[in-house]
């Protein structure tokens, strides 16, 4: 089977400095938050929390928003995201398409910004140590 063929899609903010790419990904006006807090509560009002689970057996009272936000949301500096792409496909296994999953833009200049970041810092740091492990 051919790995490389595969496309995945992450949900991945970038930004200059931490503070910001936290406060952006995480933080009270944050579209990612937004959008998973609606969808974590309509899939477990539909008793359909087990598409979040990492462990079957886990209890849906654990499938919190947070829960959530931490395993489907990458968020941080070039290196820091970068990092945790390697990690997700370290997880996963080699795949040659990763679809940025960017949600409402709730900062034009931000959202802008972090889509440069990712082409221009994250991915050459990517595909070099994807190469290197090839």
Known sequence: MDFGNWRVAKSIFVADDLKTAREYARGAGSPYVHYYKSLVAKLKKNGRANLFK????????????????????????????????????????PFGTLLYAGHDWADVTLARRSKVLLAEKVLPMVNSAAAEAA
């Open 54 to 93: 990492d462990d079957p057996n886990m209890s849906d009272d654990d499938v919190t928003l947070d829960y959530v936000l931490d395993r489907l949301v990458i968020w941080g500096t070039p290196d820091k995201v970068a990092d945790e792409v390697l990690t997700f496909r370290d997880q996963v296994g």
